[in-house]
């Protein structure tokens, strides 16, 4: 599949009517949705795209760690490099359930349909601060993508970021995967249940 055929699909997982689904077309044209539930944004992506995506971006932390708070050395990494506090980039266990649960059950319903797919982990708060745009339309300028949605759309936002890292991340623009250092106690995301997962991150 050329890079003019792909396909990328972004999640912010969260409850009811909170859960922001994005998918990025070849073209550079997006469109979002809130919806309820991993299984409700499955369908949505089933019922728009006509070929399986290259790559997902997921705004969750799909491996996890057994040490102290689970918290992983990829969410202490981002809060020194970027001066980001614990509320910002969170230890797992500081996280409401949806988060966790419907990201990894996204990954997993997605896999079950299109069991070739690409997944990395994405954090769009953290890459918004890292990547300091002036403003949201300045930003979709910068990754040549097309929004209707206003920046203040927080849920559909962070969706389209994470289809963005999900694009730049499997087509070699942002070589950088959070995923590859990790404290003993963390899973390897390369040979876990919910494996491969990446974390690809940019350059900054």
């Not at 050395?73 to 980001?84: I, S």
């Not at 993508?145 to 694009?167: M, V």
Request: with cysteine.
């Amino acid at each position: 599949m050329s890079a003019t055929d792909k396909i990328w699909v972004g999640a912010d997982p969260g409850g009811k009517n909170n859960f922001g689904l994005a998918i990025l077309y070849p073209d550079g044209s997006t469109k979002t949705w809130c919806v309820d539930h991993a299984d409700e944004a499955l369908e949505k992506v089933c019922k728009e795209v006509a070929v399986a995506p290259a790559g997902v971006g997921v705004d969750a932390p799909l491996w996890w760690s057994s040490g102290q708070s689970s918290d992983r050395q990829a969410d202490q990494w981002l809060r020194r490099t970027y001066g980001l506090s614990g509320g910002n980039v969170q230890a797992a266990n500081s996280l409401k359930g949806a988060a966790v649960v419907q990201g990894a059950m996204f990954v997993h319903r997605i896999r079950e349909k299109y069991p070739a797919v690409g997944v990395t982990e994405s954090h769009p708060k953290a890459l918004w601060a890292a990547l300091r745009p002036v403003d949201w339309p300045t930003f979709c300028k910068t990754y040549s993508i097309s929004s209707t949605i206003a920046g203040h759309q927080e849920h559909e936002r962070d969706a389209i970021l994470g289809a963005i890292a999900a694009r730049e991340g499997f087509e070699g623009r942002w070589p950088l995967d959070l995923s590859a250092s990790r404290h003993a106690s963390e899973l390897d995301p390369a040979r876990y249940w919910l494996a491969p997962v990446h974390y690809f991150w940019p350059r900054t």
